[in-house]
């Protein structure tokens, strides 16, 4: 049988049917892409049950003949149903399958075999739907495999309406015969020392042990893999960078004019982080900083004062941002803060996508002919056609609708330019090691004098309902008395989402009414062109399917104080600086993460009025939904909202939208529970690298840093 590696095309190991549709469901294109969808749990296929005392809804496996099978054709819809007899000589039981009658070759009268699935009920009478089945030609042996059958752990795959579960397990375990040997990348004595698997073991005691406690061991291997190649990864970023030689920025008259003419003085942090900056401007190799700080906090401030500080010697800086509408923003708001003096030198040009074509042009000349000594813009910075005169620093704001290589490829339009992140998502330890572990870390604490504050309350809908009417007499209240309010929504359109439902058929889910987003942006806007409150309120919407043009056009007559209630999804989330809007209602609060609602009260209360947000939630008491709300409601402080948020998803996938490019690969690893493994792992990385830095010792952590970034540089680009 031919043999492959983890490196190989999927087409070529299942073929091409199958390799598309594992591609359309998960971005599987590689045998390591499949292999690396682990199983969020296993099944126990029952004790050996006879017939006439199945319970209903538990799973079984039966020893049974065939009695009969027929083919119908469906009443109400499109397909037909297989319907088969089996029994077991006490009793018999019904299976159903539905647009199967190839089956009926197989399960023909007198065939033998084990029948294996969850038992339901239908007018009455018992069946199982979809069940698995093996035939025998004989019941001796039949009976024998039974009792390993039964006590073989099922392992149940994250799942899609298109690609099974079961039909998940048949291709790994296809691919896992015809799997090659593979380099492991740990080292010898780090499996040693904890005991761990060899990676061929790993892998095949997590996807088909033969006893359930063969699993553990295996997941224990598998997320020290992952932390270890992660850090890794990492630490080669950083020597990368630091091997590179830049060009030095020192600051001078620019930044002194600037400061002079700042109408405050600089808050404790901003001066120390921007002392840290100034410093890495004028070392030997690349600045690669993030600063991480609450929204308002001043990082914007501390980036344009490196951005002068590079434009004293000509530099030019770019700043990316993640939407056209914080880009045009940011570009107002660094006009602003520049003034009628120093704006006109620098010239600060936006350049994105969905620019006309003769102003995109005028603005890529400026750029490139180094007019443009600040440039901001989305990702069409990254396109080929941009080009800088001489690019000296990258700024990126909120790094994690970016991945790694993004801010690489920006890097590649300069001369080893330096390089700054900005997030306004604060970052528990164990995440900054996980996620950003190729930066030297920031922090700005204090806030600015002068914040009115923001009070957060939840409406929890489940008790008292009649608290939805309220909200939006409380915004009539607001907008009475001049001030203007966001509602935000968890989508465009709610109707529309029902229509596109596609449920997942994995075992174990849940779904129905209580998981469907009740009120998207088009349903409350609806809502409030009907509420006898609103008839002399001005509402507008806006979303991200908006064009670019008309998403930017309300986003400034909001700011003008042209519209009094803006309804709109997350793209509101980073940067919208309103300083008359105080308040901030989130519909269905419970359908987004701990710092996202953070993020999104943030957008009150920025000027001197005081904040007021409402967390509207029909989550019940005591729900896991309800806690994050709550959570929220109960402190100002996002940094210890970031460590709640580890707790309380505990399980989840705590990186979220952080897990961009490099980091999207991790499957078990969970940074708060798996901590120690972490630490571990990057000093063991250290170690490794420090020993043999091209990794030429080390072919199989080589080979998995490479399977990691191709994983990254596919993610990047479906982001795109």
Not at 11 to 35: I, N, Q, S
Not at 245 to 256: D, F, N, V
Not at 461 to 488: H, S, Y
Request: glycine share 8%.
């Amino acid at each position: 049988m031919s043999s492959f590696t983890l490196e190989s095309r999927l087409d070529g190991a299942v073929g091409g049917k199958t390799a598309t549709a594992l591609e359309r469901a998960f971005g599987m294109r590689t045998v390591g892409d499949l292999l690396s969808h682990y199983p969020r749990r296993y099944a126990k296929r029952g004790e050996l049950t006879p017939i006439s005392s199945l319970p209903v809804g538990e799973a079984v496996t039966i020893v049974a003949e065939v009695k009969r099978a027929g083919e119908r054709r469906m009443q109400n819809r499109r397909g037909s149903i297989l319907e088969v007899t089996i029994s077991d000589g006490q009793g018999d039981l019904s299976l159903t399958f539905f647009n199967q009658s190839w089956r009926v070759k197989d399960l023909r009268p007198g065939r033998r075999g084990i029948f294996a699935g969850k038992v339901g009920e239908y007018r009455g009478t018992k069946q199982l739907t979809h069940p698995d089945y093996e035939l025998f030609d004989d019941e001796a042996t039949a009976r024998l495999t039974a009792e390993a059958y039964a006590n073989l752990p099922i392992p149940i795959y994250p799942a899609t309406s298109t690609v099974a579960s079961w039909q998940l397990k048949k291709i790994v375990d296809l691919v896992l015969d015809g799997l090659g040997p593979i380099d492991d990348p740990l080292p010898a004595e780090l499996r040693a020392r904890d005991g761990l698997l060899e990676a061929r073991a790993a892998l095949d005691r997590v996807h088909r042990p033969e006893f359930a406690d063969q699993i553990e061991p295996a997941r224990q291997t598998l997320r020290m893999h992952e932390a270890f190649v992660l850090q890794a990864a990492l630490l080669q970023q950083r020597a990368f960078v630091r091997a590179l030689s830049a060009t030095k920025r020192a600051p001078g008259e620019l930044l002194e004019r600037f400061d002079a003419s700042l109408p405050f003085a600089r808050t404790s942090d901003q001066v120390s982080v921007g002392d840290e900056i100034e410093r890495d401007l004028v070392a030997d190799w690349p600045m690669n900083r993030l600063v991480q700080g609450e929204v308002g906090s001043g990082k914007t401030l501390v980036a344009l004062r490196a951005m002068l500080q590079v434009a004293q010697s000509g530099g030019q800086s770019a700043l990316i941002a993640p939407t056209e509408v914080l880009a045009a923003q940011h570009l107002r708001s660094i006009a602003r803060m520049l003034g009628p003096r120093l704006a006109p030198e620098l010239m600060p040009t936006l350049l994105t996508g969905q620019l006309p074509a003769a102003e995109r042009r005028k603005a890529a000349l400026r750029v490139a002919s180094g007019q443009a000594r600040i440039v901001v813009g989305t990702h069409a910075l990254l396109s080929e056609t941009t080009t800088f005169a001489d690019l000296g620093l990258v700024v990126v704001d909120e790094q994690h609708r970016f991945g790694v290589e993004q801010r690489e490829q920006l890097r590649g339009k300069g001369s080893s330019p330096h390089a700054l992140v900005l997030t306004a998502t604060p970052i528990p330890r164990t995440v900054a090691m996980t996620v950003f572990g190729d930066l030297d870390v920031s922090t700005i604490r204090t806030m600015p004098a002068g914040r009115a504050g923001i009070e957060t309350f939840v409406a929890p809908l489940a008790e008292k309902p009649a608290w939805f009417g309220r909200v939006w007499d409380r915004i009539a209240e607001e907008v009475a008395q001049r001030r203007q309010a966001f509602v935000v929504c968890a989508a465009i359109d709610a109707e529309a989402l029902v229509k596109d439902d596609t449920a997942d058929e994995s075992p174990g889910d849940e779904g129905g009414e209580a998981n469907r987003t009740r009120w998207g942006v088009v349903q409350v806007a609806d809502l409030l062109s009907r509420h006898p409150s609103f008839s002399s309120i001005r509402v507008e919407i806006l979303h991200g399917k908006m064009p670019s043009d008309d998403k930017d056009a309300v986003m400034q007559a909001f700011a003008r104080g042209d519209v009094d209630v803006l309804v709109a999804t997350t793209v509101v989330e980073v940067g919208v600086d309103v300083p008359n809007a105080s308040t901030m209602v989130i519909l269905e609060a419970d359908r987004f993460g701990v710092s996202q609602l953070h993020q999104l009260r943030g957008r009150v209360g920025r000027g001197g009025l005081p904040g007021l947000c409402l967390l509207v939630t029909e989550a019940g008491a005591g729900s896991p939904a309800r806690a994050r709300v709550e959570a929220v409601a109960s402190t100002l402080d996002g940094f210890e909202l970031a460590e709640v948020d580890l707790e309380l998803r505990g399980e989840g996938d705590v990186l979220g939208d952080a897990q961009s490019g490099a980091r999207s690969s991790l499957r078990l690893l969970r940074v708060v529970k798996d901590a120690d493994i972490i630490a571990e792992a990057r000093t063991a990385a250290e170690r490794v690298l420090e020993d043999d830095p091209a990794l030429l010792r080390h072919p199989g952590l080589a080979a998995a840093i490479e399977r990691r970034v191709g994983m990254a540089e596919r993610a990047a680009l479906a982001k795109n």
